[in-house]
């Protein structure tokens, strides 16, 4: 079945710049998205991008999609530690449900 | 304010009982999911439900039992077939708009089996 594969942990120091990867594995994936998870909570989206995109930018975040790798990735620009939390990458082919990776964890160093 | 309630925060449960755990929404949403979360784990789907009175096996269903007789309410019942109960478990709902759904997440409820 579809699978969507993370890097489970990433540290950064403050300030600095986070990539935060994803792979993932149904090419009829249409939109990919990325919720952010803090301790104790619920996902909120942070952003989403269309699969005919390469790249999205959001203020401080950059989304990049290599469609012929099936690779996306989050970056964060100027880290702060209330950046810190859990990074979930996530598919959906038209119609179908989400598929959640399993999530990285960001630790952003003072 | 317009978003979904999970209730309780921190559920304690002895083993062979059954538990329900609430989800409510008030943002009109036709579709809503149950989710588990455990540690270094992406989440599992448990149950979904498109449309009022209608709702769907995820992929980790066995253990749980789900109803949707309102658009604004599916509890989630963790019933004493579930094996490994202990988990995060979170409500979702969403809208589609334009081929894409956008999913809303509530709080989230900690179980515990003692």
């Known amino acids: 079945g579809e699978d969507v594969e993370q890097s489970l942990f990433l540290s950064v120091r403050e300030g600095d710049s986070s990539v935060i990867n994803c792979t993932y594995t149904?090419?009829?994936?249409?939109?990919l998205y990325w919720y952010k998870q803090e301790p104790g909570a619920g996902l909120q989206l942070l952003t989403y991008?269309?699969?005919?995109?390469d790249m999205k930018q959001d203020q401080r975040l950059t989304v990049l999609l290599n469609k012929k790798d099936k690779h996306l990735s989050l970056r964060i620009a100027d880290t702060q530690t209330g950046d810190s939390a859990i990074y979930f990458c996530?598919?959906?082919?038209?119609?179908?449900?989400?598929?959640f990776g399993p999530g990285t964890r960001l630790s952003v160093l003072p | 304010d317009g978003g979904i309630t999970q209730s309780p925060k921190y559920l304690f449960r002895k083993e062979g009982q059954n538990v329900t755990l609430s989800c409510e929404q008030n943002l009109n949403h036709d579709a809503m999911y149950w989710y588990r979360q455990d540690p270094g784990q992406g989440l599992r789907l448990i149950y979904y439900?498109?449309?009022?009175?209608?709702?769907q096996k995820g992929d980790i269903a066995e253990g749980y039992s789900v109803s949707r007789e309102k658009k604004e309410s599916f509890p989630l019942t963790v019933t004493s077939a579930q094996k490994n109960p202990t988990a995060f478990y979170l409500c979702?709902?969403?809208?589609?708009?334009?081929?894409?759904?956008?999913?809303?997440f509530g709080p989230g409820t900690r179980l515990t089996v003692l």
């Open positions: 149904d090419s009829s994936s249409t939109y």
């Open positions: 996530a598919s959906q082919a038209y119609g179908q449900n989400f598929v």
């Open positions: 439900s498109q449309i009022v009175n209608d709702f």
């Open positions: 979702a709902s969403s809208i589609r708009s334009g081929g894409r759904d956008t999913q809303y």
């Open positions: 991008i269309f699969s005919n995109m």
